[in-house]
T-cell receptor
Framework: EAQVTQNPRYLITVTGKKLTVTCSQN?????MSWYRQDPGLGLRQIYY???????DKGDVPEGYKVSRKEKRNFPLILESPSPNQTSLYFC?????????????FGEGSRLTVL | GQQVMQIPQYQHVQEGEDFTTYCNSS?????IQWYKQRPGGHPVFLIQ?????EVKKQKRLTFQFGEAKKNSSLHITATQTTDVGTYFC??????????FGTGTRLTVIP
């Protein structure tokens, strides 16, 4: 089954404790992206990657890091989480750049930073 | 960067009534996509519109792309409780990524 898998789905952590949210897709997609969703603000892009070893900042990259060492994986790293990073996070992938292809979303990771 | 306004932010309708959400841009768009997110779920792609004046239908859903390619609408005829969710438009930015509107949350009252 074609899917985007995120882990963990839920996480409560404390300020400053490094964490990684993993994302994996099994569709051989080139494009992958991370979004955060907050009430009233919709989906805002954090980082995206057009292929292996190619990543770029989205609209709200501060406080986040990503890497794309393999085509299927695109982890989101919070080196020193802060309460303002409490949010619902979605990973998404697309066969090509989103211009010509739909985005497939993971089920989301709800993060709470105390 | 690319900005798109989506209205209304919320809409409550009686089951059986129609519903419309709009996306408006100040610049000409190359294309526009629509997504639906059920409560507690993740966004799911509905459709992509590319051509000026394009109209596409999916059962009770009608999608339109304006003649000037600056606005788009999603219309649902005779809403059902299964239509509940948030509807997002998404447009390409100049940087090979998608910018999402803030969404319209639809509530259907049985």
């Amino acid at each position: 089954e074609a899917q985007v898998t995120q882990n963990p789905r839920y996480l409560i952590t404390v300020t400053g404790k490094k964490l990684t949210v993993t994302c994996s897709q099994n569709m051989n997609h080139e494009y992958m992206s991370w979004y955060r969703q907050d009430p009233g603000l919709g989906l805002r892009q954090i980082y995206y990657s057009m292929n292996v070893e190619v990543t770029d900042k989205g609209d709200v990259p501060e406080g986040y890091k990503v890497s794309r060492k393999e085509k299927r994986n695109f982890p989101l790293i919070l080196e020193s989480p802060s309460p303002n990073q409490t949010s619902l996070y979605f990973c998404a992938s697309s066969r090509t750049y989103p211009v010509s292809g739909e985005l497939f979303f993971g089920e989301g990771s709800r993060l709470t930073v105390l | 960067g690319q900005q798109v306004m989506q209205i209304p932010q919320y809409q409550h309708v009686q089951e059986g009534e129609d519903f419309t959400t709009y996306c408006n841009s100040s610049t000409t768009l190359s294309n526009i996509q629509w997504y639906k997110q059920r409560p507690g779920g993740h966004p799911v792609f509905l459709i992509q519109l590319v051509k000026s004046g394009e109209v596409k239908k999916q059962k009770r859903l009608t999608f339109q792309f304006g003649e000037a390619k600056k606005n788009s609408s999603l219309h649902i005829t005779a809403t059902q409780t299964t239509d509940v969710g948030t509807y997002f438009c998404a447009v390409e930015t100049g940087a090979n990524n998608l910018f999402f509107g803030t969404g319209t949350r639809l509530t259907v009252i049985p």
